[in-house]
């Protein structure tokens, strides 16, 4: 069963730094580009960028690029999303999500909340 | 920028055909994808490549694509319908983009 579980909710201040986890399983982790999507408080879905986590090629939306590094390491089947300076706006709900050849994001992990509080 | 456009809302009676437009540029070239999410849910892929359907979405959603417009529809809508819809594509850099998304309302 393909499953992507991503790590628990986070509360932090501005300024803080942030690394977020997904970890894949089911499948064969190098074979298949995982994404990351911000959904802000009741806002539409928004594409940050994606990691190929066989040979690490990332590819970042303009709006994203700068902002935040997506990284993977695939000994241990997990991507992640980092942040080196939090703002108030980077609150939202963060989701990873696989994406084979031309199938699209096929799984999604549950989510995670990060809210950026002073 | 590029942009993938989506009207707002839609709404429909339980039975009629929902159908939910997304139109951008690069549409003739790119494949198109579509997911439901309902409130305080993870997206679920309901259309891939234009109009595939992947197992364990219900026959009565399906995919079309026209020129730069590509084409959700729920036929014989019900109420467990009723969830935000948006489409994703890829642009001619290599990255992707969601539309604005669509509230589908069951009357």
């Known amino acids: 069963e393909v499953q992507l579980v991503q790590s628990g909710a986070e509360v932090k201040k501005p300024g803080e730094s942030l690394k977020i986890s997904c970890k894949g399983s089911?499948?064969?982790?190098?074979?298949?580009?995982i994404g990351w999507v911000r959904q802000m408080p009741g806002k539409g879905l928004e594409w940050m960028g994606i990691i190929y986590p066989g040979d690490s090629d990332t590819r970042y939306s303009p709006s994203f690029q700068g902002q935040v590094t997506i990284s993977a390491d695939k000994s241990i089947s997990t991507a992640y999303l980092q942040w080196s300076s939090l703002k108030a706006s980077d609150t939202a709900m963060y989701y990873c999500a696989r994406s084979g050849q031309d199938s699209g994001f096929d799984y999604w992990g549950q989510g995670t909340l990060v809210t950026v509080s002073s | 920028s590029y942009e993938l456009t989506q009207p707002p809302s839609v709404s429909v009676s339980p039975g009629q055909t929902a159908r939910i437009t997304c139109s951008g540029d690069?549409?003739?070239?790119?494949?198109a994808y579509w997911y439901q999410q309902k409130p305080g849910q993870a997206p679920v892929l309901v259309i891939y490549?234009?109009?595939e359907r992947p197992s364990g979405i219900p026959e009565r959603f399906s995919g079309s694509s026209s020129g730069t417009t590509v084409t959700l529809t729920i036929s014989g809508v019900q109420a467990e319908d009723e969830a935000d819809y948006y489409c994703l594509s890829a642009d001619s850099s290599g990255t992707s983009l969601f539309g604005g998304g669509t509230k589908l309302t069951v009357l």
């Open positions: 690069a549409l003739p070239k790119q494949y």
């Open positions: 490549k234009d109009s």
């Open positions: 089911g499948y064969s982790f190098t074979s298949y580009w």
